[in-house]
């Protein structure tokens, strides 16, 4: 059983300071109505907050909204990320689901009592999550019994690869938990609140505006990973955050190629692999040199950057039990890299993660 | 009687009715809800010893393997896996504690295998078994790890630096200090969940765990602290300085088995090239 709130160990001192941007801040407050921590620890990256955000708000065709929260729920739980475990438990609670709905979905072993579907549901998202092994196409069958479209699980999948996005970003970067929102989530347990959640609409989530992206093409990196999503809106939000993060000024193409790389190999995603090694001709480095890095996690054609990220990119593929682990594991990188170029490294592994993850949908 | 008293009197009675009938439904929902709530308490009360029971167990087998095998599920069943195997056992230790008594030689082994649980942690490894004053290692056991080789002997490097600075805290206390053999080997295994009903383990089994314990044992042979086999040395590469020793024929084994000293790692040696790391005699 993954750890519970109150049982994680998360960093006190942040691994990336709030940056001050007024336009930014304005925007997401228009989308969210506040400004998350984790969104001003992360803002000097335009690729890495414009995909978090995404991430947060990406409408669906197919796949309920308590699914979605659901799964966001058990992600951030599985991911064993402090700020989005917190945060999706407030929201839940927020939305009408009980102390003891959300108890046993947190404690996992009453699932027998739930619902077939619920159930399913559950565990693809833990088990795609957490990744060890991928889950296979059998995972997908699985859901498809129990009444799941194609859609809908390919939706699915994403929300695990979105959410999962979330979780690294704020648990790489050890943002404070919003103990505020959080405390919030705590009241909705009141005599007033059990009375009012009696009136139409008070379960309702509040549904954030949708980002404005154009159609997808499928033909920018990892084309047919976006393919995989066609129908639902959410092919065009991954191909505008793959888009954004292949063309980063602070983190070369090459460097994030790299991560891709590596996060793939470790998941044994041959597919991932492949399409990161096709960047990489385009950007003159070798099969060789790729099959040196992969064989020994270094190489002198590194550049000092690449050197320090790909031996951490492999650690963050299993995000250890206790976060502080790994949330140590990242100083060495602040103090090598400075917290600029480490937000983008941390949106690399994240996005490479996620992507690898999505890439079930490929199998 | 009217017919107009009649109807109150009849109505009386059926008001009167209906309300120790809606009494006694509300009552036995009140008792039907009272047991819903004892259940739910005890139940909630089960997950959460369920939960520690769990969590305890982490002690005993990886936190994965539990859950997997508490959920009956066929990741758990035992399958062919490449594994990198390390045994480590502390030389002389036996005559050591005939002199200590046993309180502190537990506390100092307690010590020691906290120190290098550590070490081996950090670099993608678990704990598998302790056998008295030894430990057997591995990596690649749980999840898929193209690196273990590397991994499984910069952990012995760092185990390295841990005994050394566990020797340096047991000096402070008049004690002895502690010195180790490791032995490392990697092939195909067998790994999961066996034993009988009453004593199960997650483990591996197969002839390269054998090798791997009787190249730990060499280290006494060959006077060394780290040895590795030929099929480790072949995926090391230039960065780790290894030296070879001679080779010598261990039970089981039909050829004397070439071993390889671990000197050092250094990251600003060599082209990290596998396979072609040459090896100082």
Same mark, same amino acid.
């Given at each position: 059983?993954?750890?519970?709130?109150?049982?994680?160990?998360?960093?006190?001192?942040?691994?990336?300071?709030?940056?001050?941007?007024?336009?930014?801040?304005?925007?997401?407050?228009?989308?969210?109505?506040?400004?998350?921590?984790?969104?001003?620890?992360?803002?000097?990256?335009?690729?890495? @907050?414009?995909? =978090?955000?995404?991430?947060?708000?990406?409408?669906?065709?197919?796949?309920?909204?308590?699914?979605?929260?659901?799964?966001?729920?058990?992600?951030?739980?599985?991911?064993?990320?402090? =700020?989005? =475990?917190?945060?999706?438990?407030?929201?839940?609670?927020?939305?009408?689901?009980?102390?003891?709905?959300?108890?046993?979905?947190?404690?996992?072993?009453?699932?027998?009592?739930?619902?077939?579907?619920?159930?399913?549901?559950?565990?693809?998202? @833990?088990?795609?999550?957490?990744?060890?092994?991928?889950?296979?196409?059998?995972? @997908?069958?699985?859901?498809?019994?129990?009444?799941?479209?194609?859609?809908?699980?390919?939706?699915?999948?994403?929300?695990?690869?979105?959410?999962?996005?979330?979780?690294?970003?704020?648990?790489?970067?050890?943002?404070?938990?919003?103990?505020?929102?959080?405390?919030?989530?705590?009241?909705?347990?009141?005599? /007033?609140?059990?009375?009012?959640?009696?009136?139409?609409?008070?379960?309702?989530?509040?549904?954030?505006?949708?980002?404005?992206?154009?159609?997808?093409?499928?033909?920018?990196?990892?084309?047919?990973?976006?393919?995989?999503?066609?129908?639902?809106?959410?092919?065009?939000?991954?191909?505008?955050?793959?888009?954004?993060?292949?063309?980063?000024?602070?983190?070369?193409?090459?460097?994030?190629?790299?991560? /891709?790389?590596?996060?793939?190999?470790?998941?044994?995603?041959?597919?991932?692999?492949?399409?990161?090694?096709?960047?990489?001709?385009?950007?003159? /480095?070798?099969?060789?040199?790729?099959?040196?890095?992969?064989?020994?996690?270094?190489?002198?054609?590194?550049?000092?950057?690449?050197?320090?990220?790909?031996?951490?990119?492999?650690?963050?593929?299993?995000?250890?039990?206790?976060?502080?682990?790994?949330?140590?594991?990242?100083?060495?990188?602040?103090?090598?890299?400075?917290?600029?170029?480490?937000?983008?490294?941390?949106?690399?592994?994240?996005?490479?993660?996620?992507?690898?993850?999505?890439?079930?949908?490929?199998? | 009687?009217?017919?107009?008293?009649? !109807?109150?009197?009849?109505?009386?009675?059926?008001?009167?009715?209906?309300?120790?009938?809606? !009494?006694?439904?509300?009552?036995?929902?009140?008792?039907?809800?009272?047991?819903?709530?004892?259940?739910?308490? *005890?139940?909630?009360?089960?997950?959460?010893? #369920?939960?520690?029971?769990?969590?305890?167990?982490?002690?005993?087998?990886? #936190?994965?393997?539990?859950?997997?095998?508490?959920?009956?599920?066929? !990741?758990?069943?035992? &399958?062919?896996?490449?594994?990198?195997?390390?045994?480590?056992?502390?030389?002389?230790?036996?005559?050591?504690?005939?002199?200590?008594?046993?309180?502190?030689?537990?506390?100092?082994?307690?010590?020691?295998?906290?120190?290098?649980?550590?070490?081996?942690?950090?670099?993608?490894?678990?704990?598998?078994?302790?056998?008295?004053?030894?430990?057997?290692?591995?990596?690649?056991? #749980?999840?898929?790890?193209?690196?273990?080789?590397?991994?499984?002997?910069?952990?012995?490097?760092?185990?390295?630096?841990?005994? *050394?600075?566990?020797? !340096?805290?047991?000096?402070?206390?008049?004690?002895?200090?502690?010195?180790?053999?490791?032995?490392?080997?990697?092939?195909?295994?067998?790994?999961?969940?066996?034993?009988?009903?009453?004593?199960?383990?997650?483990?591996?089994?197969?002839?390269?765990?054998? #090798?791997?314990?009787?190249?730990?044992?060499?280290?006494?042979?060959?006077?060394?602290?780290?040895?590795?086999?030929? &099929?480790?040395?072949?995926?090391?590469? *230039?960065?780790?300085?290894?030296?070879?020793?001679?080779?010598?024929?261990?039970?089981?084994?039909?050829?004397?088995?070439?071993?390889?000293?671990?000197?050092?790692?250094?990251?600003?040696?060599?082209?990290?090239?596998?396979?072609?790391?040459?090896?100082?005699?």
């Amino acid at each position: 059983m993954p750890l519970l709130l109150e049982q994680l160990q998360w960093a006190e001192e942040p691994l990336a300071p709030e940056v001050s941007d007024p336009a930014w801040e304005d925007e997401v407050r228009g989308v969210m109505g506040m400004m998350p921590g984790s969104l001003k620890r992360i803002a000097s990256s335009r690729w890495v @907050r414009m995909t =978090y955000l995404d991430a947060v708000r990406c409408p669906l065709a197919a796949l309920a909204s308590g699914d979605m929260e659901l799964a966001g729920l058990v992600t951030a739980q599985e991911n064993a990320c402090r =700020y989005c =475990y917190g945060a999706a438990r407030a929201r839940m609670k927020m939305i009408g689901f009980t102390d003891e709905m959300v108890d046993r979905i947190e404690r996992n072993v009453q699932l027998v009592e739930a619902e077939p579907r619920e159930r399913e549901l559950v565990q693809f998202c @833990r088990n795609l999550a957490r990744s060890k092994p991928r889950p296979s196409r059998q995972a @997908r069958e699985k859901l498809k019994e129990v009444g799941y479209s194609e859609l809908q699980t390919a939706e699915l999948a994403f929300v695990v690869a979105a959410a999962g996005f979330c979780n690294r970003t704020s648990t790489l970067l050890a943002v404070p938990p919003e103990v505020e929102m959080e405390g919030f989530g705590r009241q909705q347990k009141g005599f /007033f609140n059990k009375l009012s959640s009696w009136l139409p609409g008070k379960k309702q989530p509040a549904k954030l505006p949708p980002p404005n992206h154009p159609p997808p093409k499928f033909d920018g990196p990892y084309g047919k990973l976006v393919r995989t999503l066609e129908g639902s809106p959410a092919a065009a939000v991954l191909e505008a955050m793959l888009n954004a993060a292949f063309s980063s000024e602070v983190l070369p193409r090459r460097s994030l190629s790299l991560v /891709f790389a590596v996060v793939a190999h470790t998941l044994e995603c041959q597919i991932c692999e492949t399409g990161a090694a096709e960047i990489l001709d385009g950007e003159g /480095f070798s099969r060789g040199d790729l099959g040196e890095v992969l064989d020994t996690l270094a190489s002198p054609k590194l550049t000092e950057l690449e050197a320090l990220v790909i031996p951490w990119a492999r650690d963050t593929v299993w995000m250890p039990e206790q976060p502080a682990r790994i949330q140590s594991r990242t100083r060495p990188l602040l103090d090598a890299l400075g917290p600029r170029v480490l937000v983008e490294a941390v949106g690399a592994a994240a996005l490479a993660n996620s992507c690898v993850r999505l890439a079930m949908l490929q199998v | 009687m009217t017919a107009a008293a009649a !109807a109150a009197a009849a109505l009386g009675l059926a008001l009167t009715a209906a309300i120790v009938g809606l !009494a006694a439904l509300a009552w036995s929902a009140r008792r039907l809800r009272a047991e819903v709530d004892r259940h739910r308490t *005890a139940l909630a009360r089960s997950v959460e010893r #369920l939960g520690h029971i769990e969590q305890s167990f982490q002690r005993f087998a990886p #936190l994965d393997v539990v859950e997997q095998f508490a959920q009956g599920s066929s !990741a758990a069943e035992p &399958a062919h896996r490449n594994v990198t195997i390390m045994f480590a056992d502390l030389k002389g230790f036996t005559p050591l504690s005939e002199r200590i008594p046993p309180a502190e030689m537990v506390e100092m082994l307690n010590g020691y295998f906290r120190a290098m649980n550590g070490a081996l942690v950090a670099h993608h490894g678990h704990l598998s078994r302790l056998m008295g004053d030894g430990l057997m290692a591995l990596f690649g056991a #749980l999840e898929n790890n193209p690196w273990q080789t590397a991994d499984a002997v910069k952990a012995a490097l760092a185990m390295r630096e841990a005994l *050394a600075a566990y020797n !340096a805290e047991i000096a402070k206390r008049g004690l002895a200090k502690l010195e180790f053999g490791i032995g490392i080997h990697t092939g195909d295994v067998v790994a999961g969940v066996m034993g009988s009903d009453r004593f199960m383990e997650f483990t591996v089994i197969g002839d390269p765990v054998n #090798l791997a314990a009787r190249v730990e044992a060499l280290t006494r042979i060959h006077n060394v602290d780290i040895l590795v086999t030929e &099929a480790v040395r072949k995926t090391l590469d *230039a960065r780790f300085v290894t030296r070879a020793m001679p080779p010598v024929a261990v039970k089981g084994k039909s050829e004397p088995v070439a071993t390889f000293a671990i000197e050092s790692f250094d990251p600003r040696r060599g082209r990290p090239t596998t396979a072609e790391t040459p090896a100082t005699p």
